[in-house]
């Protein structure tokens, strides 16, 4: 397996295929550092490990009709997610890291992630099912105040690389993990349209 380690906190060890992490020292009691690393990249990576890759993104919901948004830092993810979730129809399905995986169905969405920057009763995916379909991606970009927004259709290629660069805990991938993922992102980006959204905020 893993042996994680995270400067000032414990060390955890995660199974070869990521059915169990457990704390190396069992006997000491575990500090809120200790369950963010449980709960953030111990998870993430137990998950890597059974074929289950997590996106840096948010996503919402259209009935039954998810859409996964993506970009860098500041471009306004988490913002969308929740402003459509205010209107009829809409579901805040994630707001930071969101689990995908490839099944018999096609591309699924596990909502049930827990999502670290929000208060444990405002968890989006409690009463969701453990598997939603995945239909669209949206890449978030930033425009001029004054430029109109503009939505682009993304090529399969610009769509690998865009999943590719918003996998998280790619720095703890070993060379086979990284293999995996850059199958994943290769298989969907061929099975999920994806579009680039311009737009001023």
């Not at 205010?86 to 169905?105: E, H, M, N, S, Y």
Request: proline share 6%.
């Amino acid at each position: 397996g893993i042996l994680l380690k995270v400067a000032g906190a414990s060390e955890f060890f995660i199974s070869e295929h990521g059915e169990t992490i457990s704390k190396r020292n069992p006997q000491d009691e575990l500090s809120q550092l200790d369950r963010e690393i449980i709960l953030g990249p111990a998870l993430v990576l137990a998950l890597a490990l059974r074929h289950v890759w997590s996106l840096h993104a948010s996503a919402a919901m259209y009935k039954e009709h998810v859409i996964v948004f993506l970009g860098e830092s500041g471009q306004g993810k988490s913002t969308v997610a929740a402003y459509l979730s205010q209107f009829a129809g809409w579901r805040l399905v994630a707001d930071d890291i969101l689990p995908v995986k490839i099944d018999t169905d096609g591309v699924s969405v596990l909502p049930r992630f827990p999502q670290l920057k929000l208060p444990l009763d405002a968890q989006p995916g409690v009463d969701l099912p453990e598997h939603l379909p995945l239909k669209t991606i949206c890449v978030l970009a930033q425009a001029e105040p004054s430029q109109m927004p503009e939505l682009h259709k993304l090529s399969t290629t610009q769509t690998v690389q865009s999943l590719l660069s918003h996998i998280a805990g790619t720095r703890m991938f070993n060379a086979a993990l990284l293999a995996k993922h850059l199958d994943f992102s290769a298989h969907v980006g061929k099975q999920i349209p994806a579009y680039k959204l311009i737009y001023p905020h």
